[in-house]
């Protein structure tokens, strides 16, 4: 089932959650990358704090703690119901959280014991490591070799059961020799990029340069970049793309100059009940997050502020998205609709 090589081990190392048989241990991202330390989750809330908190992040990573969320409810005897009520609330724009919840809901529906909800929430890390590294491949073969890409946010091994799905591309295609070097922009105001990208690509022997934000038309102006690869929370049905806040400009950016731009998430992600990106929630978060840096305070007393988490790049902005099902160019509700069906 192994479908990758020796040379894409080498750069994936990294397992950010982590089964223990009666509890979930999880490697606190916000810590990273100065300090490595594990939260062991013991129920269900410990998993929805760990959620909000951002402890855990990430699309599919929150679809598979989640997961294991209701095993440990299981185990221990509590309601089902409830427990599935609150983790769908922990956060409302990633669907792989709420497409996780709902497989084992069904699973419940359908008599499952507690060794059953286990096995099923093992099946669905067990996936999208699989997917991830397919997609990879998949993602790879659509780039020149030598090429430069830019990524943003988080999307390896810290925000999926291993590999990742933009930084999975990124990781097959530095092992196929497609990709020279690797662009991450920071990405304010949590700083997944310079935090968690950057921890994961020098980790790994990969080729990486770190930009601000605000660098990356420049990078694009100077031919340095030939694709943008990201990964995404929710894709709607005609292809519209939520991601993390700052994603739509460089898709914009990114045509201005271009420079291609490619969406890499599992199916998981793709929502068909959601008709384009207007019908996507957007999750606003405390307007203090912008206030600091690293904990300092930074902006002066008495200023305001406003926090969007994610964005949408509208398809058109957008030339490959890339699943373990296939790829689609150029995408629209036509060609989402003939992959993915209704």
Same mark, same amino acid.
Not at 116 to 121: G, H, I
Not at 138 to 150: E, Q
Not at 257 to 276: I, N, Y
């Given at each position: 089932m192994n479908a990758i090589t020796s040379p894409h081990d080498t750069h994936d190392t990294i397992r950010a959650v982590q089964w223990q048989g009666d509890h979930l241990r999880l490697?606190?991202?916000?810590?990273?990358?100065?300090?490595?330390?594990?939260?062991?989750?013991?129920?269900?809330?410990?998993?929805? &704090?760990?959620?909000?908190?951002? =402890?855990?992040?990430?699309?599919?990573?929150?679809?598979?703690? =989640?997961?294991?969320?209701? !095993? %440990?409810?299981? &185990?221990?005897g509590a309601a089902l119901e409830p427990v599935l009520a609150t983790l769908r609330a922990a956060r409302p724009t990633a669907v792989n959280l709420m497409w996780a919840l709902d497989r084992m809901k069904a699973r419940i529906a359908a008599g499952a014991d507690a060794a059953?909800?286990?096995?099923?929430?093992?099946?669905? &890390?067990?996936?999208?490591?699989?997917?991830?590294?397919?997609?990879?491949?998949?993602?790879?073969?659509?780039? =020149?070799?030598?090429?430069?890409? %830019?990524?943003?946010?988080?999307?390896? /091994?810290?925000?999926? =059961?291993?590999?990742?799905?933009?930084l999975g591309v990124i990781r097959a295609g530095v092992a196929a020799g497609r990709i020279a070097q690797v662009y991450a922009g920071e990405t304010r105001p949590w700083q997944q990029g310079a935090r968690l990208t950057m921890y994961e690509l020098v980790r790994d022997g990969i080729p990486a340069r770190l930009i601000a934000d605000s660098a990356a #038309?420049?990078? %694009?102006?100077?031919?340095?970049? &030939?694709?943008?690869?990201?990964?995404?929370?929710?894709?709607?049905?005609n292809g519209d793309t939520a991601n993390k806040i700052g994603t739509y400009q460089l898709a914009i950016a990114?045509?201005?100059?271009?420079?291609?731009?490619? !969406?890499?998430?599992?199916? /998981?992600?793709?929502? %068909?009940?959601?008709?384009?990106?207007?019908?996507?929630?957007?999750?606003?978060?405390?307007? #203090?997050?912008?206030?600091? !840096?690293?904990?300092?305070?930074?902006? !002066?007393?008495?200023?305001?502020a406003w926090n969007p988490v994610f964005d949408v790049t509208p398809a058109e902005l957008i030339d490959a998205i890339v699943t373990e099902r296939g790829v689609i160019e150029r995408p629209d509700a036509r060609s989402m609709q003939a992959l993915f069906g209704a």
């Open positions: 490697l606190d991202q916000r810590l990273l990358p100065a300090e490595e330390r594990w939260i062991d989750c013991r129920d269900a809330a410990a998993v929805t &704090q760990a959620i909000k908190d951002l =402890a855990v992040r990430g699309a599919p990573a929150i679809g598979i703690a =989640a997961a294991w969320g209701v !095993v %440990m409810a299981a &185990q221990q059953a909800l286990e096995r099923e929430a093992q099946a669905i &890390q067990d996936e999208d490591l699989a997917a991830n590294r397919h997609m990879g491949e998949l993602g790879a073969a659509l780039i =020149a070799p030598g090429s430069g890409v %830019m990524t943003h946010c988080n999307t390896g /091994s810290l925000a999926t =059961a291993g590999y990742g799905t933009a #038309s420049h990078l %694009m102006k100077s031919g340095a970049v &030939q694709w943008v690869i990201v990964g995404a929370d929710r894709i709607a049905a990114a045509r201005h100059h271009g420079v291609k731009f490619m !969406v890499a998430a599992p199916s /998981s992600t793709v929502d %068909m009940a959601t008709a384009s990106g207007e019908d996507i929630e957007i999750e606003l978060r405390d307007p #203090s997050e912008l206030f600091a !840096v690293a904990g300092r305070r930074v902006v !002066v007393e008495g200023a305001e």
